[in-house]
């Protein structure tokens, strides 16, 4: 075998290696990502207090606020006036790269106050660097 076809062979071996580590990584790291988002939601923006979770919201939101210890309450709305004020979210982890997770989250304090987006994480086996949020909206 020539040096060049051993060379691209090893090449091509650490290349896939590196990409399953970095999935591998993702999966560790997820869970942790999300709660940590929604560490930052429950204590950070809402300074401990109870907020809601929106019905539609709550499948993927209330167990990873329960889980970080939040005071959430789910919030079904029951007439026409709403009254979810003050509510968050934060949904499941993503990835479609190695080594890199997305976390969707939002929160509204207030009818024209509030605000969420994506935040991306670099990832290594748990240790999460943020890399900042995309997709930013607010009221």
Known sequence: MSRYLEWLLRS?????????????????????AE??????????????YEFYVLEEKSKQSLP????????????????EVFEGFPWGEVQRATY??????AV??????????GEGATRRFFCLF????????FGNWST
């Open 35 to 48: 709660r940590q988002v929604a560490r930052w939601i429950a204590f950070d923006v809402f300074a401990g």
């Open 126 to 133: 748990g240790y999460l660097i943020k890399t900042g949020d």
């Open 104 to 113: 969707r989250w939002g929160y509204v304090i207030a009818p024209t106050a």
């Open 64 to 79: 990873i606020f329960q889980k970080v210890g939040a005071k959430v309450r789910l919030y079904r709305r029951s007439s």
């Open 96 to 101: 479609r790269y190695p080594f890199v997770i």
């Open 12 to 32: 091509l071996v650490v290349l896939v290696a590196a990409v399953l580590l970095g999935y591998i990584s993702d999966a560790v790291s997820a869970p942790i």
